[in-house]
């Protein structure tokens, strides 16, 4: 059974750099055909996918996010992590890790615990 538990700072000021890290165990992030997500959660937008990282290295954003994020990934560590510039209050949110493509909304199967963020004014 693959575990993912996301971890970093809960809270950030604004205009800063979100930074969350998903570990994974259980399974491998290089294993064939497996993708690595994150999602978040807040009161305004609700669920929203915000990009992936492909078993490969190849990275998935979405427009929305597109200029703001990047994901990464260290093989060794069986790390995948998230990092958010220029931050606002509208980043506040539940932060996911899950294993898949943007399909994983519509499952809770392999998804982290999540972790809460907050952005300060």
């Known amino acids: 059974q693959v575990q993912l538990q996301e971890s970093g700072p809960g809270l950030v000021k604004p205009s800063q750099t979100l930074s969350l890290t998903c570990t994974v165990s259980g399974g491998s992030i290089t294993t064939d055909y497996h993708y690595w997500s994150w999602i978040r959660q807040s009161r305004g937008k609700g669920l929203e996918w915000m990009g992936a990282?492909?078993?490969?290295?190849?990275?998935y954003y979405s427009p929305a996010l597109k200029s703001r994020t990047s994901i990464s990934r260290n093989t060794s560590k069986n790390h995948v992590t998230l990092q958010l510039t220029s931050v606002t209050p509208e980043d506040t949110a539940v932060y996911y890790c899950?294993?898949?493509?943007?399909?994983?909304?519509?499952?809770?199967?392999?998804w982290g615990q999540g972790t809460q963020v907050t952005v300060s004014s």
């Open positions: 990282i492909a078993f490969s290295g190849s990275t």
């Open positions: 899950a294993r898949g493509g943007i399909v994983v909304l519509t499952t809770g199967t392999y």
